[in-house]
């Protein structure tokens, strides 16, 4: 996941009265009021305390309320740089505060954290709001936007303008007097349940133990996951049983090697179950809302559905686009899906089992019939994957691709003890920026994995202000003497995240405030993916973490031969997700649905085989309703997909390392993404436009 400042900031909000009752000398100690006195700008997270946020969020919409009111009053024919540049200057005070705070809320949250985004959301949603809606400030936009073709703009500066103009008409600034009301009480209303929506997962998440007391019901799980249970367990005040939750490092090996199938039918509920147990982290009744509002809101912006209005920007351009690419794969990922199931029907049938396969028991049944066809097992693997070895790996991929370096830089301060801070250098020693790694899971994290940063790249003059980057994942942790040794999925995914970060750090543009289509944003991501289990790149880091010796060959050739291994059920799990987030908002009522009804209905038309759970059920599909970011999105992965098969056909062209095909790489998707329309950036790196045949191929859906 990769959400934007601007995205958070749409979002969530606070109340004023604490902030008023700070004194002067918070003030004079607040650490938000100035720039950041610290290598490279770098929050002082030893001086960050709970009580700054509320009146640095207070004092940044104040500063930015005087900065846009000076264009506002300006008495000079509105132009692009006094008008649009100087709007993408406002804002740095709130962008700090705003950038640490929510960080923390991802990544490192607690009680105080959660009530002051509860108080801050109305406040910041009023206040984006205030801007949006001004009706001077829209007419100074729009006389320039108006006269675009005349105004000797560059590409990038006529991006940035397009970009302003839409938001400020997609933020209501062209809506009549008294249709403005109704859409401030939306937004506020949205940013709410959002915030509500997220809050409920996290904690449905966090308040679910399965104890294991019996060793027995241990049986089939490999030493490592018992060791890491018992320390769970032990940690949690349970000394002597065995803690397992619904986070993926602890779940996921219980589902694939645990013999008891009653605790994984106990584990698996848990997990698709968050949000839907009617209590008081329901998120049933929030996200029918949540839906029926962003009905309401499109139409107010003349649109028919949220998803019209939403993919209106996007590479996909319409719903209908989006369902044809869906539809194009999802008859043979689900053709795959029934052969895999019937393959572990007949190991339920060869080992005397008088059931019928069900979801918790799709990964068990897996590996046996990963290790029947390839004699691969999952366990076999994790010794080669240290995490700080393939972080090694990726870093020295990036050194061969791109010629940068990384070196750990232990002055920087961090919100937590597990998170590591690498200083990146271009070949010649300049500093392009740094990046913060934060791996584990805890209970004050929220599940998944993504990118953000503390502050983006821009332009200021004649100064380059570099990015401060975070890959933030879920990993499994370290476990008593035992260092952290990630699966498959886990190495994919830190891959993955990286390559965001390689996107932000790369970044090459004059101004904060561009915008990129979402279904390509996850290209550069997915793109790193290719080169994870590449033999030549394992060799430079999938080293046995006690003896040092390289991944054996055999290792390797398995590893490869078993790629489209479960590809149906990885597929078909996703894309029941993308079909539900796409029903969800091709909603025409204004009046909220049943949530469950409104699902089961969702996946019988795409005929989804029992088996299989959607990857995400409505009450927990974080990405679509704790923030408005994938909402009618959760496709881009798939579409970007379709452009970094195609992307990757290049680098097997003219070598995986070849450094020009990395240097076009770079220069038009990786630095420039976001400064012009994004298939042009794309046809310039490619040279022509993308082939889905390359997916298709990958997939095993030929």
Not at 372 to 396: A, C, I, S, T, W
Not at 460 to 480: C, D, E, K, Q, Y
Not at 485 to 494: A, C, F
Not at 547 to 573: A, H, M, R
Request: hydrophobic residues 40%; glycine residues 6%; charged residues 25%.
């Amino acid at each position: 996941m990769n959400n934007t400042l601007t995205a958070f900031l749409l979002l969530i909000c606070v109340l004023v009265a604490p902030a008023q009752q700070q004194g002067s000398d918070m003030n004079s100690l607040n650490p938000f009021y100035k720039e950041f006195d610290t290598p490279f700008g770098t929050p002082p997270f030893d001086k960050i305390k709970n009580e700054h946020f509320m009146p640095a969020f207070i004092k940044g919409m104040e500063v930015q309320k005087k900065e846009v009111d000076a264009v506002i009053t300006d008495t000079l024919p509105p132009t692009f740089h006094n008008t649009i540049e100087v709007l993408d200057r406002t804002g740095d005070m709130l962008g700090r505060v705003s950038a640490v705070f929510f960080t923390l809320q991802g990544a490192n949250t607690n009680d105080d954290i959660q009530k002051i985004a509860n108080n801050v959301t109305p406040l910041l949603t009023k206040h984006q709001d205030d801007i949006n809606l001004n009706e001077k400030l829209f007419r100074r936009v729009k006389t320039i936007y108006d006269a675009r073709s005349s105004a000797g703009l560059d590409a990038e500066q006529l991006k940035l303008l397009e970009d302003y103009y839409s938001n400020f008409v997609r933020g209501g600034a062209s809506l009549p007097a008294d249709k403005k009301d109704r859409f401030r009480a939306i937004n506020e209303e949205l940013s709410l349940l959002c915030l509500k929506f997220d809050e409920n997962v996290l904690k449905e998440a966090n308040n679910f133990k399965l104890v294991v007391d019996k060793k027995s019901d241990l049986a089939g799980l490999p030493q490592s996951v018992i060791d890491a249970a018992a320390e769970a367990a032990s940690k949690a005040g349970s000394k002597g049983t065995w803690l397992f939750t619904v986070k993926k490092p602890s779940m996921l090996p219980f589902l694939q090697y645990a013999k008891n199938r009653a605790l994984r039918e106990k584990l698996l509920k848990a997990y698709i179950m968050r949000g839907d147990n009617n209590n008081e982290s329901d998120n049933k009744i929030i996200a029918a809302k949540i839906g029926a509002l962003r009905v309401e809101r499109s139409n107010l912006l003349g649109f028919k559905t949220y998803a019209d209005f939403s993919l209106d920007r996007t590479m996909a351009k319409t719903p209908q686009n989006v369902y044809d690419l869906l539809n194009k794969l999802w008859e043979p990922a689900l053709k795959n899906a029934k052969k895999e199931c019937e393959e572990m029907q007949a190991i339920v049938k060869k080992e005397g089992g008088k059931f019928t396969i069900q979801p918790w028991d799709w990964w068990y049944y897996a590996e046996k019939v990963r290790k029947q066809k390839y004699d691969l097992d999952e366990n076999e693997l994790r010794p080669y994957f240290l995490m700080e070895n393939v972080r090694k790996g990726v870093f020295d991929l990036a050194t061969t691709l791109y010629g940068i370096r990384f070196t750990e830089r232990k002055d920087i301060t961090t919100y937590s003890d597990e998170v590591t801070v690498f200083e990146v250098k271009e070949k010649d020693g300049t500093s392009i920026g740094l990046l913060y790694t934060d791996y584990y899971p805890r209970p004050g994290k929220q599940s998944g994995a993504w990118c953000g940063a503390f502050r983006t790249q821009e332009r200021r003059g004649n100064a380059m202000i570099t990015p401060l980057v975070t890959n933030v994942g879920n990993f499994s942790r370290p476990v008593g003497d035992k260092p952290s040794l990630l699966s498959r999925e886990e190495v994919e995914t830190l891959f993955h995240e990286f390559g965001h970060a390689l996107n932000a750090l790369f970044s090459n543009v004059t101004y904060k405030g561009l915008s990129t289509p979402g279904d390509i944003i996850e290209l550069p991501s997915q793109i790193m993916e290719n080169w994870a289990f590449n033999p030549d790149v394992m060799k430079t880091y999938a080293f046995h973490y006690k003896t040092g010796k390289l991944i054996p060959q055999n290792l390797i050739d398995k590893i490869e031969k078993s790629s489209k291994f479960n590809q149906g059920f990885i597929t078909v799990e996703y894309l029941a997700a993308c079909y539900l987030d796409m029903n969800w908002h091709t909603l025409t009522s204004t009046i909220p649905v049943e949530t469950n009804a409104f699902e089961k209905e969702s996946l019988n038309k795409i005929r989804l085989i029992p088996e299989i759970v959607s990857r995400y059920r409505s009450a927990n599909f974080l990405h679509i309703f704790s923030s408005s970011y994938y909402a009618a999105g959760y496709y881009y992965y798939i579409w970007a997909e379709v452009l970094d098969a195609d992307a990757f056909e290049a680098f097997k062209e003219k070598g995986l390392f070849d450094q020009q095909t990395a240097k076009a790489f770079r220069d038009n998707i990786l630095a420039r993404l976001q400064a012009d329309d994004a298939m042009k950036q794309y046809e310039r790196f490619r040279g022509k436009k993308p082939s889905i045949e390359p997916l298709l191929k990958r997939r095993g859906l030929e």
